[in-house]
């Protein structure tokens, strides 16, 4: 494997879809090669990975501009070497406290979804000023930081800052993901002014977020609660229901993981009250121990769970959201493992301070009672699960994926491979995938179904090659020698990297 060089890397940084690494190295695996790139060279400065997660989420909003942003939410997995993880929930809330008068309409645009089976599937995103949640991300990644960061935070975001000054080229992934959203990102005229250059050219520089991230670097309390006031502000003067009363009630939540056994392994996943972690539990409790052929009784395990699980939102009148995602797995020398997962929605077509704000308010089906029609300052759920497996062995594998819905069937599907396959890392990505929704059952090429029986009233549908629709899953595998496999999903452009160290 040949140095992969994004912005003059050293030998010390190796980049690949997949390495490998011996005993006193450290690795990240995320979904582009400059977010991976930005929490590699936070490692070589000696970093840990918490500090490396937090600078590769930062400059992810550079480099995947639709899928995450400090403007949305997400869930952070911190877990030391020989110790159980902790989850900090720095997910969306619904807004509206201290809020009067109606809020503005949403814009419905229509988006058009090109695909060799159905070149003009469309669905209706909701955006605009009044689909903003109460973002979580920025206060999530102050959090994290300041409770297990090393480096000082003005050497954490200047990897993001020097991307958003300096500009980038956008991977044809996230060109692809970008021209599908055009429409939303140039709904006002500041989000319009922001990517008009990138939508033209591919090529995307963000002077007003490099000042946003050096005004954090001089006084990070002082910034975020200046940025807050505003988004605040420019909510509700264009129609929104966001207050500052929601950013004051708001806070980041760590929580204990749920956890199960399987063979004898050990997996822990995102608890409640999001729903992906359950989901995948649940479908893992109902299949029996899989020889890698029977996918039937995996389809059947993931659409039982998934129906369970909302009735069981039905009953709690739980928010759900369900939209695109990028996750970062980070390992540091020292054996801490952190996985990240974050979401923007589909963008919101706002943004302040050069930061896209969140359209979580605006996925019509997750709102059967009708758009705002929530009680405000509750946590929204999410099928987003940052994953740890720990083998009989003591192997420490952790991973996550983007992927909107799809996430709890690659979560599972991956699990499967590593529990019960028992193979590498890099086999269970690699390794063919399929999702079922209450209609449909989609199949990777390797996977069959021996019998449709079960499934008469689902469509199958047979994918002709590997798909970012199933998923981009980003993992690390940690031997207890210290060894490592680091492995970015290529279905997503994921890209690993490993540090050296002399």
């Known amino acids: 494997m040949q140095p992969y060089s994004v912005r003059g890397v050293s030998d010390q940084i190796v980049l690949g879809s997949a390495c490998q690494a011996p005993p006193g190295t450290a690795a990240v695996a995320g979904g582009c090669h400059h977010t991976v790139h930005a929490a590699a060279e936070i490692l070589a400065a000696g970093g840990n990975a918490t500090d490396a997660a937090v600078a590769g ?3 992810a909003a550079m480099a ?6 400090p403007g949305g ?3 952070l997995m911190h877990a030391p070497l020989n110790e159980e993880p902790r989850y900090l929930d720095f997910f969306v809330n619904t807004p509206g406290l201290g809020a009067s008068g109606s809020p503005a309409p949403m814009t419905a645009v229509p988006i058009i979804f090109g695909t060799t089976d159905d070149p003009q599937a469309e669905q209706i995103f909701h955006a605009g000023w009044s689909s903003v949640a109460v973002p979580g991300a920025l206060a999530g990644y102050i959090e994290a930081h300041q409770r297990w960061g090393r480096l000082p935070w003005a050497q ?3 990897p993001a800052i020097d991307l958003a000054h300096n500009g980038l080229v956008l991977d044809a992934i996230q060109r692809d993901f970008l021209r599908l959203v055009a429409d939303v990102l140039t709904l006002t005229p500041g989000s319009a002014q922001v ?7 591919g090529r995307f520089a963000n002077s007003q977020y490099a000042d946003a991230l050096e005004q954090c670097q001089r006084n990070v309390a002082a910034a975020y609660q200046d940025w807050v006031n505003l988004v605040a502000q420019e909510v509700r003067a264009n129609g929104g229901i966001l207050t500052a009363e929601d950013f004051a009630a ?3 939540v760590q929580r204990a993981p749920s956890t199960a056994s399987r063979n004898g392994h050990r ?3 995102n608890p409640p009250p999001s729903f992906g972690g359950a989901i995948v539990l649940d479908a893992l409790s109902e299949i029996p121990r899989w020889d890698g052929t029977s996918w039937d009784a995996v389809a059947e395990a993931l659409l039982m769970a998934t129906v369970r699980q909302r009735e069981r939102d039905a009953h709690e009148e739980a ?4 939209t695109g995602t990028t996750h970062i797995t980070v390992v540091d020398r020292d054996g801490l493992m952190v996985s990240c997962t974050t979401s923007n929605g589909s963008g919101s077509g706002t943004e302040v301070g050069g930061i896209q704000l969140n359209n979580m308010l605006g996925e019509e089906d997750l709102h059967p009672g009708g758009m705002h029609a929530f009680a405000p300052g509750v946590r929204m759920g999410s099928m987003m699960t940052p994953t740890l497996i720990e083998r009989t062995d003591g192997t420490r594998v952790a991973f996550g994926t983007g992927g909107s819905e799809r996430i709890r069937s690659a979560i599972v599907c991956v699990a499967l491979q590593l529990l019960d396959q028992e193979v590498s890392l890099v086999d269970a990505i690699n390794a063919d995938r399929l999702h079922v929704t209450d209609t449909s059952i989609e199949l990777e090429p390797g996977v069959n179904l021996a019998s449709a029986t079960g499934f008469a009233h689902h469509r199958i549908r047979n994918w002709p090659q590997r798909d970012l629709f199933f998923g981009g899953v980003h993992g690390i595998s940690r031997a207890p020698d210290g060894s490592l496999e680091a492995v970015g999903d290529l279905r997503r452009g994921g890209t690993a990297a490993v540090v050296r160290f002399s």
């Open 57 to 59: 989420m930062m400059a």
């Open 319 to 322: 928010t759900e959201v369900a």
């Open 64 to 69: 995947e501009p639709v899928l995450t942003s």
């Open 195 to 201: 990517y008009q250059e990138v939508l033209r050219t």
């Open 250 to 252: 708001y806070e980041v």
């Open 73 to 75: 939410g997400g869930f």
């Open 267 to 269: 997996l822990w996943v």
């Open 156 to 158: 954490v975001t200047q």
